[in-house]
C-alpha cells in the first residue's frame, strides 16, 4: 500500500512508528509525510517523544524527507494537499483534527488518492466505523472516520454486553489524560473549563464517546450516556463503565468476560493490580482491568478498563487502513 500522513502530530508521529515496525508483508510499499511544520521540526518531533522515549533506530533528514533505518519517507509542508498530485496513493491518513467539513475532508480524493481515513470524530465523513463494533458495515464508503481513542475502547466492549446480556442502560466516565486541545496556563477556550491548566487540574467535561456510541451501535441509542475528566497524565486513559442488563449476570464475571472477548483483537486483560504508565503502548483498545470488576445484585455491573489513548487509535488507524485498501 502506498501511504499519505497528512497531520504530523501525535497521532501521525504515532502511526509512523507503527507503520515502521509492520512485518514486511505488512509494510507499506511507500510512506508520504504531509504537514505544515515543516522538515526540521517534523523530525525532530519524531526522533525524540516524551511519552514513548528516543525512536530505538537512526533517522536522518534527506533531500525529500527522512531516512529511518534504511527507509526513505517522503516529506512535504502543504497546507492545501489538493494542490499536490496524490495520483499513486492507495490512502490518505488524515490526522490534522482540521477535516471537520466536506471541503477539507475531500481534498486528498480531489488530488487523485483513492480513499481518505480521518483519525477522528467527523460529521464530514461518509461512515464511521470502529474495528470490533461495526467495521463491517464498511462498504465503499470513500472518506471513514475512525472514531475517537475513547469510542475505540468503549464500542467494543459495549458490543459484546448487550449482544450476550442485553444491557437496559448505562453510564460511561473517561478518565481522560490531557490533551493539546488544553492550555499548559490557563488560556481562553471554547468551554471555560478547557480553559484551565491542564497538567496541574482534573477538568469534568465532555466526550464525543457520547454522540458516537448512538452512531455506532444505534440499538444503544438513547440507553446510554458519557462524560469526561481530564487529568494530568501525559498519556494512558481509563474506561470506567456502568451498565444494568437484563438478563442476569453469569456468577463467575471474570472468567465469563474472558471467554466473551477471547476472539477480540482489540480487547485484552490485566490480572494485576496495574497502574497508567504500566499500559503505555498497548496496542490494544481496551485492556480490562479485571481485580476492578464489581457486581451490584444480579443486574449491575462495573467495568474498568485501560487505553493507550494515543498507541492503540494509532494501531487501529493502521488496521482500518489495511482493510479499506483490502476490500
Known amino acids: 500500500m502506498h501511504l499519505l500522513i497528512n497531520g504530523f502530530g501525535r497521532i501521525g508521529r504515532t502511526v509512523l512508528r507503527q507503520l515502521l515496525a509492520l512485518p514486511a508483508d505488512r509494510k507499506p510499499k511507500s510512506i508520504w509525510l504531509n504537514d505544515i511544520a515543516g522538515l526540521e521540526t517534523a523530525l525532530y518531533l519524531f526522533k525524540y517523544d516524551s511519552v514513548f522515549g528516543p525512536y530505538p533506530g537512526s533517522v536522518e533528514a534527506s533531500a525529500d524527507g527522512f531516512v529511518i533505518n534504511g527507509q526513505r519517507v517522503s516529506f512535504t509542508s502543504e497546507p492545501d494537499i489538493s494542490i499536490l498530485d496524490l495520483s499513486q496513493i492507495d490512502l490518505v491518513m488524515e490526522c490534522t483534527g482540521k477535516a471537520q467539513t466536506r471541503e477539507i475532508a475531500e481534498r486528498g480524493l480531489k488530488s487523485g488518492a483513492r480513499q481518505v481515513l480521518i483519525s477522528g470524530p467527523s460529521l464530514a465523513a461518509n461512515r464511521t466505523l470502529v474495528l470490533g463494533a461495526n467495521a ?192
Open 136 to 327: 463491517d458495515n464498511l462498504g465503499d464508503e470513500k472518506i471513514v472516520s475512525n472514531a475517537s481513542c475513547t469510542t475505540n475502547a468503549l464500542a467494543p466492549l459495549l458490543k459484546g454486553l448487550d449482544d450476550r446480556l442485553e444491557i437496559e442502560h448505562g453510564h460511561m466516565t473517561t478518565i481522560h489524560c490531557y490533551t493539546g486541545s488544553q492550555p499548559m496556563v490557563d488560556a481562553p477556550r471554547g468551554a471555560l473549563e478547557r480553559s484551565r491548566a491542564g497538567a496541574v487540574s482534573m477538568v469534568p467535561t465532555t466526550t464525543s464517546a457520547a454522540r458516537l456510541i448512538a452512531e455506532i451501535l444505534p440499538n444503544l441509542n438513547g440507553r446510554m450516556t458519557a462524560s469526561a475528566v481530564r487529568v494530568p497524565t501525559i498519556s494512558v486513559s481509563a474506561v470506567d463503565l456502568t451498565v444494568t442488563v437484563k438478563k442476569e449476570l453469569p456468577t463467575n464475571i471474570n472468567s465469563w468476560l474472558q471467554g466473551t472477548y477471547s476472539k477480540s483483537k482489540v480487547v485484552g486483560f490485566t490480572h494485576d493490580p496495574v497502574v497508567s504508565t504500566d499500559m503505555r503502548a498497548r496496542p490494544e483498545s481496551l485492556i480490562i482491568a479485571l481485580p476492578e470488576t464489581m457486581q451490584s445484585g444480579r443486574h449491575q455491573l462495573r467495568l474498568f478498563g485501560w487505553y493507550d489513548n494515543e498507541w492503540g487509535f494509532s494501531a487501529r488507524m493502521i488496521e482500518m487502513a489495511e482493510k479499506m485498501i483490502t476490500r
